[in-house]
């Protein structure tokens, strides 16, 4: 089976831009995981998918969205970009809610 | 509050010399604990999943214990190429599939 799969893998952006990142998950699986990843914080929980319905979400602030499709497929958006939202932003997929997490490769961001 | 820490911050071994990294936590109401591995500028790699105080895994060289209030990841004479950041994470009852991390333990293996 494929792996979690992102794109894109590398991305530089500039202040007030916004962005979009996509997360493909592992087939047959339905829930999807997204996460944040400095060298300062570490890994932080942005928020989960699962059945096209966010089913909870991190301590990030409304600038952070997302959404899942019903092939589930998702995608996270982040508007009005900062300098601190440079990170590597990780996608993980499981079979169902509060199951074992498969990560993907990542995207890192940079903000210039 | 549910968290996470991991002991200790980075770790260096000569091969073949084994040792225990450790993961402390505070949850409410553990529903799994799971370990990690990353390599630079890689994705977690998934290792093991633990469910209840006494439960073990074993993979290759590495082997994962839980108790009550931690974890060991236990690795018996490793290689360089076990050299990575092994990460813990906890996954409480009422939050779904969301993963608590602790910061990491740096592995280094030296020949």
């Known amino acids: 089976k494929a792996g979690v799969t992102q794109t894109p893998r590398y991305l530089i952006k500039t202040r007030g831009q916004q962005v979009t990142l996509s997360c493909s998950p592992i087939?047959?699986?339905?829930?999807v995981s997204w996460y944040q990843q400095t060298p300062g914080q570490g890994l932080q929980f942005l928020f989960e998918?699962?059945?096209?319905?966010?089913?909870n979400k991190g301590n990030f602030p409304g600038r952070f969205s997302g959404r899942q499709f019903s092939n589930s497929r998702s995608e996270m958006n982040v508007s009005t970009l900062e300098l601190g939202d440079s990170a590597l932003y990780l996608c993980?997929?499981?079979?169902?809610?509060?199951?074992?997490?498969?990560f993907g490769p990542g995207t890192r961001l940079l903000v210039l | 509050e549910d968290q996470v820490t991991q002991s200790p911050e980075a770790l260096r071994l000569q091969e073949g010399e084994s040792s225990s990294l450790n993961c402390s936590y505070t949850?409410?109401?553990?529903?799994?604990l799971f370990w990690y591995r990353q390599d630079p500028g890689k994705g977690p790699e998934f290792l093991f999943t633990?469910?209840?105080a006494g439960e073990e895994k074993e993979k290759e060289r590495l082997k994962a214990t839980l108790t009550k209030k931690e974890s060991f990841l236990h690795i018996t004479a490793p290689k360089p190429e076990d050299s990575a950041t092994y990460l813990c994470?906890?996954?409480?009852?009422?939050?779904?599939?969301?993963?608590?991390f602790g910061q990491g333990t740096e592995l280094s293996v030296k020949p």
């Open positions: 993980a997929s499981s079979p169902g809610r509060a199951e074992t997490q498969y």
């Open positions: 087939s047959g699986h339905r829930s």
């Open positions: 998918y699962f059945s096209e319905t966010q089913r």
């Open positions: 949850v409410s109401g553990l529903r799994g």
């Open positions: 633990l469910y209840s």
């Open positions: 994470a906890v996954q409480a009852r009422n939050q779904g599939g969301k993963l608590i």
